[in-house]
């Protein structure tokens, strides 16, 4: 078990980090702060992409 998909998103050491697993949060091994999946730029990098082909959102007229 030694992916380097096991890590998460560390805004204390700023960079993807291992992290340990609680029951609903995860936790920087090197700083104990919360970890997430993304960093806030590839999180804008996604937000910003193009949505892909697909059904059209559903619109409600009354
Ligand atoms: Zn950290």
Do not use: Q
């Not at 090197?30 to 082909?53: G, I």
């Amino acid at each position: 078990m030694d992916s380097y998909e096991e890590t998460k998103w560390c805004a204390g050491c700023r960079k993807y980090v291992h992290y340990l697993r609680s029951l609903d949060r995860c936790y920087c091994v090197h700083c104990d702060r919360k970890v997430r999946l993304f960093s806030r730029t590839d999180m804008d990098r996604f937000r910003s992409a193009p949505v892909p082909p697909g059904p059209a959102p559903r619109i409600h007229f009354n």
